[in-house]
């Protein structure tokens, strides 16, 4: 099975300034088509996740350009260039390359200091 | 809009099964695959499985073998997750989640997009 591990686990910053975490996975998670299925949501407290980005860049709509995806083969990174008071919660990759399974990471914590 | 509306919040004993209703809107529900997530309290997302609304198909990830059981009734755009022999490590709250279109032509090609707002299944003696 194909394992993602989120790095940090606990993510506290600073108002303003930038975050980001990083997603490793224990296989490429480039598929036949070329494309690379690796998606970030964000659950704020007491919500259900909401998508962020697919395809590990694709932002979604309604999605604030502070956020942007990168990486590529096994390694991904989400970083929000200011952080923001509603940006609190946690953040979770998921890989859905290796169908008909999919893996989410363990999740990241972003709390403000 | 896409909305994904669950049934209520359960209280189970030990096992007993429980069957959790997610019914669709804003889209046809056999057009996309459906995902089951649960989440036990104060940890992260579990991927627990998919079904194909249009054929009926299924995945489970093997954790689950043998107790989850994913259904549909197409003719009310509702899909249902049923987790039998349940255990006190059940405890969670269970999430249906929509995926990509059956032919990965959208966006959401092996993710997922939309969630319900979840329901909480308490195991309990």
């Known amino acids: 099975d194909v394992v993602m591990t989120q790095s940090p686990l606990s993510l506290p910053v600073t108002l303003g300034q930038p975050a980001s975490i990083s997603c490793r996975s224990s296989?490429?998670?480039?598929?036949?088509?070329?494309?690379?299925?690796l998606t970030w949501f964000q659950q704020r407290p007491g919500q259900s996740p909401r998508r962020l980005i697919h395809?590990?860049?694709n932002r979604d709509s309604g999605v604030p350009d502070r956020f942007s995806g990168s990486g590529s083969g096994t390694d991904f990174t989400l970083k929000i260039s200011r952080v923001e008071a509603e940006d609190v919660g946690l953040y979770y990759c998921?890989?859905?390359?290796?169908?008909?399974?999919?893996?989410f990471g363990q999740g990241t914590k972003l709390e403000i200091k | 809009q896409v909305q994904l509306v669950q049934s209520g919040a359960e209280v189970k004993k030990p096992g007993a099964s429980v069957k959790v209703s997610c019914k669709a809107s804003?889209?046809?529900?056999?057009?996309?695959?459906m995902h089951w997530v649960r989440q036990v309290p104060g940890q992260g997302l579990e991927w627990m499985g998919w079904?194909?609304?249009?054929?009926?198909?299924?995945n489970n990830a093997q954790k689950f073998q043998g107790r989850v059981t994913m259904t549909r009734d197409t003719s009310i755009n509702t899909a249902y997750m049923e987790l039998s022999r349940l255990r006190s490590d059940d405890t969670a709250v269970y999430y249906c989640?929509?995926?990509?279109?059956?032919?990965?032509?959208?966006?959401?090609?092996?993710?997922?997009?939309?969630w319900g707002q979840g329901t909480l299944v308490t195991v309990s003696s």
């Open positions: 989640a929509r995926g990509g279109d059956l032919y990965c032509s959208g966006g959401s090609c092996y993710s997922i997009d939309y």
């Open positions: 296989q490429s998670l480039v598929y036949s088509d070329g494309n690379t299925y």
């Open positions: 079904t194909n609304p249009n054929s009926g198909d299924t």
């Open positions: 998921m890989q859905g390359t290796h169908w008909p399974m999919y893996t």
């Open positions: 804003g889209y046809t529900l056999t057009g996309y695959y």
């Open positions: 395809k590990v860049s």
